[in-house]
């Protein structure tokens, strides 16, 4: 298997598409010429021309809308935000059109959509560049929301996310762009809503998704030296979640610490405590715990930056407090 950075995998995944079904084209600030924000529209425009990599002008509302429309209209258009804070000028061609275009016209009309960009902690890009908005569009009814944290993932679900008649929201790691991993080649699917166990584990089960993976993986290693057997499950799918597969690994450790880069209150953590309080109590050796982003925004100063997020250090503390190791 070939092994690709994250972005690469993306612009793996955008030419498999185009080159499979002519409907889908690509729209967005700097997707064209200058390749992509992020280089994951690198070489694209040579391939396929600029009447299917369209640079949009600095209006994300516009663009996003022109999407909205083509969609409706039998094409399958794929919507780059430069970051997802700027996606919020769009916001209303997201949730009040394609969100709720299907079930307005009465199932006549469907909107085969995928929005996607960075979100999250840019690094030193302080409060307006560095927000996980993923619980924000999985509020609404009439979207599905993405968060892959792998490059093999990205390319999978993303290739998924194309070919679903419904419209889906897709978050990439600002910070996972150069990560590398092995992808396999040619028709590679992941299907929407299903998450993945990264790390099987007896103890203690970590929830999580997108870069914050990273911080499980690395906090798993650490616990694993001192004795302490770490499960990890990537959700991959925010909307909708896979139950069966969070409700199965927390009725095998019974016991869960939800991991997400995200603010605190209403953030998809606090819904999966629900799932697993109200079917798996019976299971639970102890209340479920979890690590957030804290409830500010975010800062410039890089410490400040490092002490607002997740990262393994308190994530082992979440652990030992499940497992009633505090001060262990």
């Known amino acids: 298997m070939a092994e690709l950075m994250y972005r690469e995998a993306l612009n793996q995944a955008l030419a498999e598409e185009m080159e499979r079904d002519a409907n889908v084209f690509l729209i967005g600030e700097e997707v064209g010429r200058y390749q992509g924000a992020f280089k994951v529209s690198q070489g694209l425009l040579d391939k396929f021309g600029s009447a299917r990599i369209i640079d949009a002008p600095i209006s994300e509302l516009g663009f996003t809308g022109l999407g909205v429309g083509a969609a409706m209209v039998g094409l399958r258009p794929v919507v780059e935000m430069m970051t997802w804070n700027f996606a919020i000028l769009a916001m209303d061609q997201i949730v009040n059109n394609a969100a709720k275009l299907r079930h307005m016209s009465g199932g006549q009309l469907r909107c085969p959509i995928v929005f996607r960009g960075p979100g999250g902690a840019g690094g030193r890009l302080s409060s307006q560049h560095s927000q996980a908005l993923e619980s924000t569009y999985a509020h609404f009814p009439g979207l599905k929301v993405i968060a892959p944290a792998t490059p093999a993932d990205?390319?999978?679900?993303?290739?998924?996310?194309?070919?679903?008649?419904?419209?889906?929201?897709?978050?990439?790691?600002?910070?996972?762009?150069?990560?590398?991993?092995?992808?396999?080649?040619?028709?590679?699917?992941?299907?929407?809503?299903?998450?993945?166990?990264?790390?099987?584990?007896?103890?203690?089960?970590?929830?999580?998704?997108?870069?914050?993976?990273?911080?499980?993986?690395?906090?798993?290693?650490?616990?694993?030296?001192?004795?302490?057997?770490?499960?990890?499950?990537?959700?991959?799918?925010?909307?909708?979640?896979?139950?069966?597969?969070i409700l199965a690994s927390v009725r095998k450790t019974n016991r869960a610490v939800i991991v997400e880069e995200g603010w605190p209150l209403a953030g998809v953590g606090a819904q999966v405590v629900d799932i697993i309080q109200s079917k798996a109590f019976d299971d639970l050796d102890a209340p479920v715990v979890r690590v957030t982003g804290l409830d500010v925004n975010m800062s410039y100063a890089a410490n400040l930056e490092n002490a607002i997020q997740p990262d393994a250090p308190k994530i082992i503390a979440a652990v030992k407090k499940v497992l009633y190791r505090e001060g262990a």
């Open 154 to 245: 990205a390319k999978g679900l993303l290739k998924a996310a194309i070919r679903d008649d419904n419209p889906v929201v897709m978050f990439e790691g600002e910070r996972l762009y150069a990560i590398k991993g092995e992808v396999p080649e040619g028709e590679h699917v992941i299907p929407l809503g299903k998450a993945d166990v990264k790390r099987e584990g007896k103890d203690v089960t970590l929830i999580t998704w997108s870069r914050m993976y990273y911080f499980c993986e690395e906090a798993a290693k650490q616990l694993e030296s001192e004795g302490i057997s770490v499960e990890i499950l990537d959700l991959r799918t925010l909307r909708p979640l896979d139950e069966e597969a």
